[in-house]
Nanobody, 118 residues
Framework: VQLQAFGGGLVQAGGSPRLSCAVSGRTFSTYLMGWFRQAPGKERELLGRIKWSDGSTYYVDSVKGRFTISRDNAKNTVYLQMNSLKPEDTAVYYC????????????WGRGTQVTVSS
């Protein structure tokens, strides 16, 4: 499985960018797709994930209601819609994939930097 995240950049506080993660490889339709971020000096944290097969989602409390994960089967792409960004959302954002029965993510895309200016 190959993942490629893009769509980051410099965003003003309050902005609503959308990140994309293009997915390729065999049997990716069975995967869970997760979005993570890592801020400077902090550990990488899970933001949420989507089950490719049925589109069901899960979000951590810190982004619930602000971030939305979706997928486009025809484009083999997973999205992270971010709303009302704050400077503390500045981080490198990653997409990742794993089989539902596994505890850790096996496949990672190269991250994309999101910088939120105040």
């Amino acid at each position: 499985v190959q993942l490629q995240a893009f769509g980051g950049g410099l965003v003003q506080a309050g902005g609503s960018p959308r990140l994309s993660c293009a997915v390729s490889g065999r049997t990716f339709s069975t995967y869970l797709m997760g979005w993570f971020r890592q801020a400077p000096g902090k550990e990488r944290e899970l933001l949420g994930r989507i089950k490719w097969s049925d589109g069901s989602t899960y979000y951590v409390d810190s982004v619930k209601g602000r971030f939305t994960i979706s997928r486009d089967n025809a484009k083999n792409t997973v999205y992270l819609q971010m709303n009302s960004l704050k400077p503390e959302d500045t981080a490198v954002y990653y997409c990742a994939a794993k089989y539902p029965y596994k505890s850790s993510y096996d496949y990672w895309g190269r991250g994309t930097q999101v910088t939120v200016s105040s």
